[in-house]
Every structure is written in C-alpha cells, then in structure tokens.
C-alpha cells in the first residue's frame, strides 16, 4: 500500500458537484482507499481569464502503482468531460497526483511531487489540513512552505454548502 495525495480542481459545470463526485469515485476506486479529504476552497484562477475554481486535496491509500493510479484519475476526469485545449485553461475536473508516498518520479507522463506544488496555496492549505506535519521527499516541511505561500485568494467554504452533504 502506498499513500498518495491527490489534488482536486474544477471551475466548469457546477464545480462544488465536480469536486464532490470526484471524492465518492476516488473512494470507489479499486485497491484503494480514500483515508481524508480536506475542506473544499475557493481560489482564483492562474492563466487565462476564466471563472475562479474549486479546489481540494484527498489522500489515498492504494495498491495502485504511480502511472496505474494516474490512467484511473485520467478516466475519472474523462467521466467528467474533460476537455484539455489549454494550458491551465478552464476544467471540468483536474486531478493531479501530488505526492506519492514518498516517492521522487520522473517519467515523461507523471513528475511526482507535482512541479507546482510549493507554489500554490490552493494545494497548500488543503494538504495542510490533512496532513500539516506533512515532509516532502525532498526534506522540506509543509509549515515552512506554508510561510513562504500567502493564503490570500483562498476562501475555505463551510461543508455544509456542499452538494449531498454528509
């Protein structure tokens, strides 16, 4: 078993819907549990102008191996018509495999950490809320990069605005 944190994103299509489906199918997936999922966010978009986006992060218990648990997030967004015509552009549904175990991979499918994970609060937070004493592979603490990352643009939404809340 391997745990592996998954970042969750969308801003197409009721994406408070999008990001709460995504969780009950990242929990159906087989050889794999979800063990937590963070409080969902709001956070502005980075590229084009576009609507702000609802952001998450899971974590995942799974006997899945790293590009094996990549294809069945791939038909999870593809579920979810995905669509990819630009970079950061607009989504459905993204999901990103941001740490596994604690794993360095570099394939030309899956960069694990996830290049952009120390830059962006809206990964961040989330993680920190699962897992705030969280250490990436490289050595580096979560809390420290936390303090290098402002929480601003983020806006933690109460869970009972969420759909089927449970």
């Known amino acids: 078993m391997a745990l ?30 979800l063990v937590a999922r963070s409080p969902v966010y709001s956070s502005l978009p980075i590229g084009p102008e576009q609507p702000d986006y609802i952001n998450a992060v899971a974590l995942l218990d799974t006997q899945l191996k790293p590009l094996a648990l990549l294809d069945a997030l791939q038909s999870i967004e593809q579920a979810h018509q995905r669509v990819r015509i630009q970079h950061w552009g607009p989504r459905t549904l ?9 794993q ?22 989330p993680l920190a809320d699962i897992s705030p004493n969280l250490q990436l592979p490289d050595g580096q603490t979560l809390q420290a990069l936390l303090h290098q990352c402002p929480f601003e643009g983020l806006v933690q939404l109460p869970d009972n605005c969420l759909p089927n809340h449970r």
Do not use: C, K, M
């Open 94 to 102: 993204d999901l990103d495999i941001l740490l596994y175990d604690n």
């Open 104 to 125: 360095i991979i570099q394939h030309p499918r899956l960069t694990v950490p996830h290049p952009y994970l120390t830059q962006r609060g809206f990964v961040l937070y």
């Open 4 to 33: 592996a944190y998954i970042g969750l994103g969308s801003n197409l299509e009721d994406p408070l819907a999008q990001v709460t489906r995504a969780f009950d199918e990242l929990a159906a997936l087989e050889h794999t549990a």
